[in-house]
């Protein structure tokens, strides 16, 4: 997947870029930034995956979103006091683009399709974020969350119907709002109805289109 930088800025500002960035590697299970670090810059993936997540009320932590190849990760901690209020975690060994903060000012006050569709990612990121909010039924949800896995983190490479790396049932129970027994018991549910096929900790999709259709369910 090609990041936003490739997609709308153009040939003279991707130079720009490439000349003030920095490509740093990360070991799995690995902060690339923590909730409360100062906002140093924004960083894009260029291969691996992560979660962000935020610390919640009890100190647990809760994951909010998934992010993969050509995704981009710090964008939170633009405005306010300038500090991240999330926190960017590694499933695997990732590779990163650094771009310094003022870099990156600079190329949005100059590129306005860059700073046009970077907004609307912002926008389609808030309206996700307040779906959550909604009395949506957990089997639901849960069904959401698998399709999400799957769409971010793409199928297997020897297995199309496979998530290649499936969320634990803690980070599913995390990303739903729910229990860790209750994402248990509705994979369960699932993998009986023929939805899924539960393979140890992974899960295969079996059914995309009824899947979906429990997943746009509001009730």
Not at 4 to 30: G, P
């Amino acid at each position: 997947m090609e990041s936003f930088l490739k997609q709308y800025c153009s040939r003279e500002w991707r130079e720009f870029i490439d000349f003030h960035k920095s490509v740093i590697e990360v070991e799995a299970d690995t902060c690339i930034f923590r909730e409360g670090d100062e906002t140093k810059g924004l960083y894009i993936i260029n291969k691996g995956k992560v979660k962000v997540v935020v610390n919640a009320m009890d100190k647990s932590e809760r994951l909010i979103r998934l992010a993969a190849d050509g995704d981009i990760l710090g964008h939170r901690g633009f405005g306010g006091n300038w500090t991240y209020p999330i926190s960017a975690r590694t499933f695997e060994k990732t590779t990163l683009t650094f771009i310094p903060i003022e870099i990156f000012k600079t190329v949005a006050k100059s590129n306005i399709e860059f700073t046009y569709n970077l907004m609307m990612f912002f926008a389609e990121e808030l309206r996700r974020s307040e779906e959550k909010i909604t009395m949506v039924p957990v089997k639901n949800r849960i069904a959401q969350a698998i399709l999400l896995n799957y769409s971010v983190f793409g199928p297997d490479k020897d297995d199309e119907a496979k998530i290649s790396l499936t969320l634990s049932r803690k980070d599913y129970a995390s990303k739903v709002g729910t229990t860790y027994e209750t994402v248990v018991r509705v994979l369960s549910d699932l993998n009986k109805s023929g939805l899924i096929q539960t393979v140890g900790k992974s899960i295969r999709i079996l059914d995309f289109d009824n899947l979906k259709i429990l997943a746009d369910q509001r009730g």
